[in-house]
């Protein structure tokens, strides 16, 4: 029976059935989800809720270079939106235009703040100071939950990442690591039949994504048996501060990543060839897909 909620120590005890372990993003890594959710739905509540209408065509294109072609891609939603606001601020003409600018002092404290980035705590914070600004972000949160919740039609997974789930389950212990709430991936995964693919689903509620990887494996598994795989610079960031070996899910390359993870990746992860030089080859082809500077700036 898949359950609904995951706890800290659900996380901390998931059950060791294997010497190896795989933490695995969802949202455009698993799923093709990440340009319907974010054009379709992010994109234009953050709109409506900070009145950008005038100048929508430029606020898009700085929150589709944040949240799909750059390094940026897959952050948590907070620091994402504080970035896509600060290259609005700036993007040729916004200033000129007379649309008020959104004010970022409240969202960079919290984004700063060193709390876990969710909306417990941000609702906390929006109660604790009062800031018409933080309360307005919480509105905005919740709504997007909601939005997605209710209007998001159902996105199948990569046919090969399937294929990948099916191989991991033979031979490693997995987990989903998102930052993505709970409620979302759970939806997604039980809806999809993938929730007995993995042993836990962590989302946003239980920390970082290097949390969610450290907190799993630690004293459970060698740091070369242990292998994050993600469609974004966060995750590859986020397997290098926990130690771990990470394999990319290169944008608008999955299923042709998925593949090759299926024919040659995973077998080099478990005979421990990964690390080294396939592991950097890896990564210098990710890296060239996702640039930091926007065109408009270069």
């Known amino acids: ?117 969710g909306n417990p705590s941000l609702k906390a914070e929006a109660e604790r100071t009062r800031d018409p600004e933080l309360i307005r972000l919480y509105d905005w949160s919740l709504a997007i939950n909601a939005e997605i919740d209710a209007n998001m039609e159902p996105v199948p997974a990569f046919a090969w990442a399937l294929s990948a789930l099916e191989l991991i389950r033979t031979r490693s212990d997995a987990i989903v690591v998102s930052q993505t709430p709970e409620q979302a991936l759970v939806k997604e995964w039980n809806l999809h039949r993938l929730h007995d693919y993995v042993s836990l689903i962590a989302g946003q509620e239980l920390g970082t994504k290097v949390e969610h990887l450290q907190t799993a494996t630690r004293g459970k598994y060698a740091a070369d048996k242990v292998l994050m795989i993600g469609d974004a610079q966060g995750d590859r960031a986020a397997a290098q501060k926990a130690s771990v070996l990470f394999f990319p899910i290169n944008p608008g390359h999955e299923e042709a990543s998925w593949e090759r993870f299926c024919k040659e990746g995973y077998a080099k992860f478990l005979d421990g060839t990964f690390e080294g030089a396939y592991a950097q080859q890896l990564a210098e082809e990710f890296n060239g897909l996702l640039p930091e500077i926007p065109p408009w700036r270069r």
């Not at 989800?33 to 294109?61: D, N």
């Open 1 to 117: 029976m898949p359950k609904d909620h995951y706890t800290l120590d659900d996380l901390r005890n998931i059950p060791r059935r294997h010497d190896s372990f795989v933490g695995i993003d969802s949202d455009g890594c698993v799923f093709d989800t990440m340009s319907v959710k974010q054009k379709v739905h992010f994109h234009p509540l953050i709109i409506r809720y900070w009145g950008l209408e005038a100048c929508e065509k430029e606020f898009r294109a700085c929150a589709e270079f944040v949240n799909l072609y750059s390094r940026f891609r897959g952050i948590n939603r907070f620091p994402a939106l504080l970035h896509e606001f600060e290259l609005f601020i700036d993007y040729p003409g916004v200033k000129e235009s007379g649309v008020p600018l959104p004010k970022l002092d409240a969202l960079r404290a919290y984004v700063n703040s060193g709390l876990p980035l």
